[in-house]
């Protein structure tokens, strides 16, 4: 399957008082046809700043400094203003985090939808409202007449974030990007968002960009993950690989906090110590104060220089010198840290 998305060694730094804030540092990934991809990692880790590269919507004192993200064989860093907005709502759409953010507060969401389609498609307005009725059916939103002469803050979070998803698809997109499209919603509303985002990549064949902290939605959704941490790509693997047989320490970690039915109150796992400081990274790896793995296998070289990024396997990439070739004799002799897990 070919790759409709291909982001090569990204950079996207913030110049601040503070010092410069690498919150993308050289991040490569791929999304083919028809595929979900998720990309997981804590508050800061550069999920979404990612999204935005890829978007070309990073505004000061942000800065995409390096790297290429190429979109159906065009570097979309390259292109002109003109040519980056002809694709972004057409070819690319994104549904951003708080769905009310997303539309004009004093326009109605039919309206809004309609004009994603004139923009685009050189639809005419009566036409264009009559099409965007009709995506409001198509995600399932009730009496889609009313819903289309209302106002933003007339809708609940739910209900907003369907009518997001309908801008989102007008176009009939080849790539989605959805930024923790749940996060502000109920579990139920939940489920039924992402049953409605799995079963439109199943009927369009629309790739999806799946950015999220939950776990659970990874498991759930998608068919391959990134795992960031710091803004650098710490692993890469197939979803069922993933939670069979994770490697990177923190993706260990991340899978360890997941609650489990019948668990004692109080017994949850969590990560050691607090993320890396984005404008004091030294040149060690920057999971190194907070890796267990580290301190049970005397691995000093974590403290004075970051792995590459490496290949164990058939499109599998983890950054970790447990597994680089010339550390592996005091490692466990299984890729799979069996040991590491049975700490989880």
């Known amino acids: 399957m070919e790759n409709l998305l291909e982001v090569s060694n990204l950079r996207t730094y913030f110049y601040t008082a503070e010092g410069v804030i690498r919150a993308v ?28 590269s890829i978007m ?24 002109s203003e003109r040519e980056i ?8 759409a994104m549904i951003f985090q708080h769905p009310q953010s997303t539309f004009n507060p004093v326009v109605p969401v039919g309206r809004q939808v309609a004009e994603v389609l004139e923009i685009h498609q050189s639809i005419g307005r009566r036409q264009s409202f009559k099409q965007a009725i009709e995506l409001f059916q198509q995600v399932s939103i009730p009496d889609p007449e009313q819903v289309a002469v209302q106002y933003p803050h ?4 739910g209900m907003a974030q369907r009518a997001v998803i309908a801008m989102a698809l007008a176009c ?5 990007i959805a930024d923790e499209p749940t996060s502000a919603l109920d579990a139920t509303i939940q489920m039924q968002i992402l049953d409605l985002l ?19 939605i990874i498991a759930s959704m998608t068919d391959r993950v990134v795992v960031l941490y710091a803004g650098r790509l710490q692993e890469e693997a197939g979803t069922r690989d993933l939670f069979t047989q994770p490697l ?97």
């Open 25 to 52: 540092d050289d991040v490569s990934l791929t999304v083919r046809r028809g595929e979900i991809v998720g990309v997981v990692g804590e508050s800061g880790s550069g999920k979404s700043v990612t999204a935005l």
């Open 56 to 79: 070309r919507l990073i505004e000061e004192p942000g800065r995409i400094v390096g790297g290429a993200v190429w979109f159906a064989g065009r570097d979309l860093l390259v292109l």
């Open 85 to 92: 907005s002809r694709l972004r709502g057409n070819r690319i």
């Open 154 to 157: 007339e809708l609940s979070g």
């Open 172 to 176: 009939r997109p080849d790539l989605l």
């Open 198 to 216: 799995e079963s439109l990549r199943r009927r369009l064949g629309i790739a999806i960009l799946l950015i999220t902290h939950d776990m659970g």
């Open 248 to 344: 990177h320490p923190y993706t260990i970690g991340l899978l360890g906090a997941i609650p489990r039915p019948g668990q004692p109150r109080g017994t949850l796992a969590v990560i050691p110590g607090t993320p890396a400081w984005p404008t004091h990274l030294s040149a060690a790896c920057r999971f190194a104060s907070r890796c267990t793995a580290r301190e049970r296998y005397g691995l000093s070289i974590c403290t004075q220089a970051e792995p590459d990024l490496i290949l164990v396997g058939e499109n599998r990439r983890v950054r970790c010198w447990l597994f680089h070739p010339e550390h592996r004799s005091h490692t466990p002799a299984s890729p799979d840290l069996l040991s590491i897990q049975g700490s989880r």
